[in-house]
């Protein structure tokens, strides 16, 4: 149990486009999610927290006009990449918090390749 | 400032044989500690999880262990295997807010 699916699993896209990604937790429900970016053997850098059916909180440094989050279910959150740029090419990955659980597991999607040309 | 440090940054090592990987941390308060396994191009899966009681858990040919005291964890594989190529990524979780923050990684390269 305890699955994240990602959708796509990878996208190319011109510069100026914008881009989905959904983020869905398949047999859990997750109160809150977690996005991710990860450069080329880097680690995992924390874009936002999202909770379900409130505004999601961006790290520093992280434009929210930028980057979109939408958390509308318990089972879906989306992140837009707006107007993206080359720059914005990256794997994005998405994680969902099992609710009510003390340890607070997270469990990771299996990302999202984005190519901005 | 919460930080997390893995060591080394990369290992190589022969199939069949054992390795450590380090992590040490600052993180406080602490709620948990977590070792993932990535492979490139994938989201990590997790390999195991210790709250503040543990100091060993093991998942098969991987066993963890902590020391909260010193604030140390360390992953240990046993007989590698070439699927044992991955980033290995500790992470840990700030008791209150539960974010967690991340480790740079071991990268592991397994030779046959």
């Known amino acids: 149990g305890a699955v994240v699916s990602q959708h796509p699993s990878r996208v190319i896209c011109k510069s100026g486009t914008s881009v989905k990604i959904e983020c869905r937790s398949l047999?859990?429900?997750?109160?809150?999610m977690f996005w991710y970016r990860q450069f080329p053997k880097k680690s995992l850098m924390l874009m936002a927290t999202s909770n379900e059916g409130s505004k999601a909180t961006y790290e520093q440094g992280v434009e929210k006009d930028k980057f979109l989050i939408n958390h509308a279910s318990l089972t879906l959150s989306t992140l837009t990449v707006t107007s993206a740029h080359p720059e914005d090419s990256s794997f994005y990955i998405c994680s969902a918090q099992l609710a009510g659980t003390a340890a607070d597991t997270q469990y990771f999607g299996p990302g999202t390749r984005l190519t901005v040309l | 400032k919460n930080q997390v440090e893995q060591s080394p940054q990369s290992l190589i090592i022969l199939e069949g044989k054992n390795c450590t990987l380090q992590c040490n941390y600052t993180v406080s308060p602490f709620s948990n500690l977590r070792w993932y396994k990535q492979d490139t191009g994938r989201g990590p899966v997790s390999l195991t999880i210790m709250t503040f009681s543990e100091n060993t858990k093991s998942n098969g040919r991987y066993t963890a262990t902590l020391d909260a005291d010193t604030k140390q964890s360390s992953l240990h594989i046993t007989a590698s295997q070439l699927s044992d190529s991955a980033s290995y990524i500790c992470v840990v979780t700030s008791g209150g807010s539960y974010i967690p923050t991340f480790g740079r990684g071991t990268s592991l390269i397994v030779h046959p």
């Open positions: 047999d859990f429900q997750a109160t809150t």
